[in-house]
């Protein structure tokens, strides 16, 4: 249009958070459409607004604009935190107190001192994000991540000094990964891999040094296969057998030198059969018989020479008879 500008301008005023925390919508009144007219093109240049940052067309084709600033400041109330104890669960939902909607914002729950303890995000009534809290130094404690009012993502504990205590993966609200421990001063303690809050997999734990210490596999939440443990430098220190959670077959614990120490055999997770302790040179040094967890038989201890030292004779667990030379 030749000669003429028309500027359709909104009442770019603060909004306000009700009482749940939403933002209230923009509303123009037809008092305030009224007032937006023509200008001419000598006048188009004065009612420029100062703040107005975009423009845009309205459906009858009119220009219109909006203040951005206006709108940031707005966000910016809207999504201040509440305190804690103005939240209240009832059934599977959070509410802030006096409300009847959902809440979708951020609570704080703070020490005495001011000091925040605790943060925690919301969205329609169910924990959503980042939860944190925090030490009385303003260091934290744990942090955890929830989707839908489920722990989803990592759950994080902290040493005071800052380095990470423990990380445990979560999938809607169950153990789904790797769960991690940690030394306080850094470097991994131990492992354990959970699939859908099930331990499934090699669970492994380490020496300060990086060293693995022992390596014990897990099915269905139980321990299953092999396990091995390992002495400081390395060498193995013991082996045995599980299945389905209990130990089955030839346990065998050894020195630090590799030299083996004891042999123990097991069935259904009861000692049964033979066990031997040896000397360091290999010789036997003692032998004990068990029938279902119980020494059922002759008892043999030996000198380093191999010749006996002591002998006596279990009944279900009890001694019935003994000599010594």
């Known amino acids: 249009m030749l000669g003429f500008s028309y500027f359709l301008l909104f009442g770019c005023g603060e909004r306000t958070a009700t009482d749940d925390n939403t933002p209230e919508s923009h509303d123009l009144s037809q008092s305030s459409k009224a007032k937006q007219g ?4 000598g006048k188009a240049e004065d009612a420029q607004p100062r703040n107005l940052k975009e423009t845009e067309f309205s459906q009858k084709g009119e220009q219109v604009t909006e203040d951005k600033n206006a709108q940031n400041t707005s966000e910016k109330k809207q999504t201040l935190p509440v305190a804690e104890e103005d939240i209240a669960r009832l059934g599977l939902l959070f509410y802030r107190k006096g409300t009847k909607k959902p809440f979708t914002g951020s609570s704080i729950k703070s020490y005495e001192d001011g ?7 919301y969205v329609d009534g169910k924990r959503y ?3 944190t809290r925090y ?13 839908e009012d489920k722990l989803d993502g990592d759950r994080v504990q902290y040493y005071e000094n800052g380095n990470k205590r423990i990380v445990t993966t979560y999938s809607g609200g169950k ?15 131990y492992e354990v891999p959970y699939v859908h809050g099930i331990r499934q997999g090699m ?5 300060k040094n990086g060293q693995i210490k022992s390596e014990r596999p897990w099915v269905k939440d139980l321990q299953h296969g092999k396990q091995t443990f390992y002495h400081l430098n390395g060498n193995k220190e013991k082996e045995v057998f599980y299945e389905d ?39 036997k040094k003692r032998v004990i018989p068990y029938k279902n967890g119980k020494k059922e038989g002759k008892e043999t201890e030996y000198f380093p020479s191999g010749n006996i030292w002591k002998e006596k004779t279990w009944s279900s667990g009890k001694i019935i008879s003994q000599t010594a030379e």
Not at 115 to 121: A, G, S
Not at 175 to 189: I, L, P, Q, T, V
């Open 175 to 189: 153990r789904h990964g790797m769960a991690s421990s940690y030394f306080r001063e850094g470097g991994k303690m």
């Open 129 to 131: 994000g980042i939860t």
């Open 245 to 283: 959670g209990l130990k089955q077959g030839l346990e065998i614990h050894y020195n630090e030198d590799a030299t083996k120490d004891e042999e123990i055999q097991y069935l259904y997770g009861k000692e049964h059969g033979t066990s031997i302790s040896y000397y360091k040179d290999g010789s």
């Open 38 to 41: 023509s200008l001419t093109a």
């Open 135 to 147: 030490n009385e130094d303003g260091s934290k404690n744990y942090e955890m991540s929830f989707k």
């Open 115 to 121: 000091v925040i303890e605790k943060e925690t995000q």
């Open 203 to 207: 669970n492994r734990e380490y020496y």
